[in-house]
């Protein structure tokens, strides 16, 4: 690799003059710049942004560690974090936990290798991570949560309002007419504790409705799960009349199994989704979503965070709830009258 010992050699100056021209060329001679500038094109030398940062004490880096790189909400998310950051003089590290705490735990070693200046964290599931985490934060790491939260933890939070669309969401399909609603991922206080399962029995009870036993399953909220998930109820001899997808990752899965299962939508079942994807849009009908402000998510946690490593923490963690929006496009609709028996 090409230092700038290297540059000042070529250049025929000493190593000081060389660092000079880049952090205050104006008080070089012209013609010394010129050399050293020369010399930094021709040995395509790029300064240690990093090694110089370190040395005035900061990194100028936040990592990111998200729950799934490959999970449309979490790219967006990314992405509008990076453009946030970049503009605040920061360079973003992003890493994934596949929802589990225990892979998160070696993420944020890697990271704190990385002398990050803050964190923005979508928690994963299990305590492997929590003792760690501690540690970050009295080492001066500042720790903000998206999308989910660690229950009684002591960092700041930016997430959806997700009882209040759950709750949206469960009265717009029983003003429909839907009383048999099933939802993927149960809630398990271990293996699934998100706040959108952990609301809808709440939100059926309110409204005078049941969940049943057979519609319920503790599990990871992919496409394969839901997809298996929707052949199993759909054939139960009472399926739901409405599928309520918690996210547009699940309701893919649901979506291709309606479709090799025959049923249409939402003639034979309705379906309601948490997230505007963009594929839920293209299929006929369109799907029924709660779209989440992903691009507000972002922008709100990417200025608290700059905030905080501007002026330091707030004295109480910042909890920020944003509204979701349930856009209604033909995906759901009043049950098919259930036929009378004989006599």
């Known amino acids: 690799m090409t230092s700038i010992t290297d540059v000042a050699q070529l250049a025929g100056v000493s190593a000081t003059t060389a660092k000079r021209a880049l952090k ?31 040395r005035g004490g900061q990194s100028r880096t936040v990592g990111l560690v998200i729950g799934s790189i490959v999970e449309p909400f979490f790219a967006q998310l990314a992405r509008t974090l990076a453009r946030e950051f970049r503009q605040g003089g920061y360079n973003l590290l992003i890493s994934e936990n596949e929802y589990q705490s225990e892979t998160e ?16 964290l979508r928690p994963g599931y299990g305590g492997h991570s929590r003792e760690y985490l501690e540690r970050l934060q ?28 759950m709750r949206e969401g469960v009265r717009y399909l029983h003003d429909l007419g839907h009383e048999r609603i099933a939802i993927i991922g149960t809630y398990d206080p271990v293996l699934h504790p998100e706040l959108r399962s952990y609301t809808f029995p709440a939100a059926m009870q309110e409204l005078g ?14 496409e394969d799960n839901a997809y298996r998930y929707t052949l199993d109820v759909m054939q139960l001899p009472e399926p739901p009349t409405a ?27 309705s379906l ?24 507000q998510m972002a922008q709100v946690a990417a200025r608290l965070v700059l ?7 707030p004295a109480t963690p910042p909890q920020v709830l944003l509204p979701g929006r349930l856009i209604r496009r033909g995906s759901c609709a009043a049950p098919r009258p259930t036929p009378a028996l004989s006599r």
Request: proline letters at 8%; aromatic letters at 8%.
């Open 209 to 222: 409705l049941t969940v049943r036993p057979e519609y319920q399953r503790v599990m990871f909220l992919t």
């Open 138 to 165: 009295a080492r001066g790491v500042y720790i903000l949560q998206v999308d989910y939260a660690i229950p009684g933890s002591p960092y700041g939070s930016v997430q959806l309002d997700n009882p209040g669309c």
């Open 272 to 295: 309601l989704s948490f997230d505007n994807y963009s594929w839920t849009e293209l299929v006929d009908p369109p799907i029924d979503v709660i779209e989440q402000p992903v691009d």
């Open 105 to 120: 735990l070696g993420e944020l070693r890697l990271l704190y290798g990385q002398r990050i200046d803050a964190l923005v």
């Open 243 to 269: 599928l309520f997808a918690l996210t547009g990752s699940s309701a893919a899965g649901m979506y291709r199994a309606l479709r090799e299962l025959g049923l249409r939508v939402p003639q034979d079942v």
């Open 24 to 54: 205050e060329p104006d008080k070089l001679h012209p013609e010394t710049l010129r050399r050293v500038q020369q010399a930094i094109q021709q040995l395509h030398y790029e300064p240690d942004l990093r090694a110089g940062a370190l």
């Open 307 to 313: 905030d905080a490593l501007e002026h330091g923490p």
